[in-house]
């Protein structure tokens, strides 16, 4: 965040903001992931809307978000009054994964209090539920006394949105939006999902900052990876995850990985040669110093090579490559390593799903 926009949104704003809410209407609003697309969790039309203006399939599930209780004593909080309209059992697990994570960037599925509209659960009798840390989304919430459904700020498959011009820039033209500014997303990429439904195993359905080493460290228990799940164990039940899909996070640029020191191999894969071609470079490395394709432009960009660093910047390094008009982007194949699970997720459904054609948009 820059230091001007770390001032929060005025009272007066923030008002207005839940009185959109009440009235059915969508607000957008800062979480320390990314920007969420908000309604009522209570009201039908409001959830309806926040379908259409994404252009979301309806059984694609969104999260409910709430606020933490008020007293800020860590040791004191009660989460059980908050969760219980909601869900139908909390666990000892889920309680231990809460108080170590929440609020932040971590979603937990359970299953659901009859109450929850099935709109926005796509049908199914699971409900995924955070509490976002940012303050703003804090206040929002603490004010609006009730769960705010809010999948990200953009379009269905097409990169989420860190900061409010993104979220302006991704619905401008088609609706006049209220978006709170809370400046630039600190963790950059969505939430950690895991998955409490079934009752034993806790399942991570996906990646995010926070990794199944620091939940085990953290809380002792162990998330299962959906790989160590036995086929047919929960096949037929296995939950529905757009984040999941194949082709999502695109940008319209072609987008591909390259191995270390592999950039001409990558670029062997567009044999119309692309006259100009932007390649992300670890800052770590030194330059590329590419030798020759006589016919390529190549510009370099630094990326971090810290994974948490490169998380919170890259949505905006995509978005941004994507507006310069290269013909190709080069990013370098994360390395090894869980911390960079949340981020090769990301990166590869958005290389698949990426360039003018919709043709890999298996889900637009
Ligand atoms: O960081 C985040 O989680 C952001 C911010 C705005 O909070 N939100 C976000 O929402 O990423 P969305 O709708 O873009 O992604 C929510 C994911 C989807 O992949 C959805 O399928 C999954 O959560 N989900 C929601 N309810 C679920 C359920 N009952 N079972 C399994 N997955 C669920
Ligand atoms: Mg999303």
Not at 152 to 157: E, L, Q, V, W, Y
Not at 293 to 302: A, K, R, T
């Amino acid at each position: 965040m820059t230091s001007d926009s770390r001032s929060l949104q005025s009272s007066a704003v923030i008002n207005e903001a839940v009185q959109t809410l009440r009235e059915g209407g969508l607000v957008a609003f800062p979480t320390e992931t990314v920007y969420g697309l908000g309604a009522d969790a209570k009201n039908l039309e409001a959830i309806k809307k926040i379908f259409t203006t994404k252009g979301r399939p309806s059984n694609h599930p969104v999260i409910v978000h709430l606020a933490a209780p008020d007293i800020f004593d860590l040791a004191q909080v009660d989460w059980v009054p908050v969760l219980a309209p909601w869900v139908r059992d909390i666990s000892e697990d889920a309680l231990k994964l809460i108080n170590a994570f929440w609020p932040g960037p971590l979603t937990l599925v359970f299953k659901k209090d009859k109450s929850v509209l099935n709109e926005l659960t796509g049908g199914q009798d699971t409900v995924a539920i955070r509490a976002p840390a940012h303050p703003i989304a804090q206040e929002l919430l603490r004010k609006f006394k009730g769960g705010v459904v809010a999948p990200s700020a953009n379009r269905f498959g097409k990169v989420s949105p860190t900061s409010a011009a993104d979220v302006r820039q991704e619905f401008e033209g088609a609706l006049d939006l209220m978006i709170l500014d809370g400046g630039d997303c600190e963790v950059g990429i969505e939430s950690t999902i895991v998955d409490l439904s079934s009752g034993d195993r806790a399942l991570l359905l996906r990646p995010g900052v926070i990794t199944p080493s620091e939940i085990l460290a953290k809380t002792g228990i162990k998330i299962y990876q959906p790989g160590e799940i036995q086929v047919g164990e929960s096949a037929e039940s296995f939950p529905r995850v757009s984040g999941s899909l194949r082709a999502h996070y695109a940008p319209t640029t072609p987008l591909r990985l390259y191995a270390s020191g592999r950039v001409l191999d990558a670029l062997s894969e567009f044999p119309d040669t692309k006259s100009r071609v932007a390649v992300a470079v670890w800052d770590s490395e030194s330059a590329l110093g590419h030798d020759g394709h006589p016919s390529v432009h190549f510009e370099e960009v630094l990326v971090s090579s810290d994974s948490a660093t490169f998380a919170s910047r890259f949505y905006r390094l995509l978005r941004d490559l994507d507006r310069q008009g290269w013909d190709l982007i080069l990013l370098p194949e994360p390395p090894e390593g869980e911390e960079w699970d949340g981020v090769r997720d990301r990166l590869q459904r958005a290389c698949f799903g990426s360039g003018p054609s919709s043709s890999n948009h298996a889900n637009n």
